[in-house]
Structure formats: C-alpha cells, structure tokens
C-alpha cells in the first residue's frame, strides 16, 4: 500500500480540524449565532475549512517519489 503524500494529509487535517471548530463556534457560541445573518452562519464551517485546508496542503512539502528526476536549482535553470 502506498503512503499518503504530505500535502493529501495536511489539507484533510486541517479541513477536518478547522471544519469541527468552526461548527462548534455556529452551534454553540451565541455571539455567532445572533451576531451573523443566517446564510452567513451556513456557510461559514464551510468557507473557513475550505481556506484552511487549501492553504495547508499549498504551504506542505511536496513528497519525493522514487521515479522522479532531481530537482533543478532556480540558479541553474535557463533563462528565456
């Protein structure tokens, strides 16, 4: 079985971490329940995991596979 790559494991973690509190903070905290229109409350578990998950699985390292060729220094790389 193949391993998960780093950026599939960053991004399902914090879409499911940042997706649960942000539920929490709708469902439990009073000051976001009458503080925010309703379509507003809706969508904002939603919005806020899909961020933070796109914006860690960017911020991950890429994994290594075996096959792939080394990678080229910006220094070294042709100029157009």
């Known amino acids: 079985m193949a391993a998960v790559e780093a950026k599939v494991k960053a ?3 914090a879409g499911a971490l940042t ?3 942000a539920w929490a903070l709708v469902a439990f ?3 976001f329940k009458s503080g ?3 379509g507003v409350a809706a969508l904002l578990p939603f919005v806020v995991t899909f961020v933070s998950s796109t914006v860690a ?3 991950a390292p890429h994994t290594v596979r075996a096959g792939d060729p080394p990678a080229v220094p910006v220094s070294a ?3 157009v």
């Open 77 to 79: 790389a042709p100029t």
């Open 57 to 59: 699985a960017y911020l």
């Open 29 to 31: 905290v009073p000051a």
């Open 11 to 13: 991004g399902a973690g």
């Open 36 to 38: 925010l229109p309703p």
């Open 19 to 21: 997706g649960a509190v």
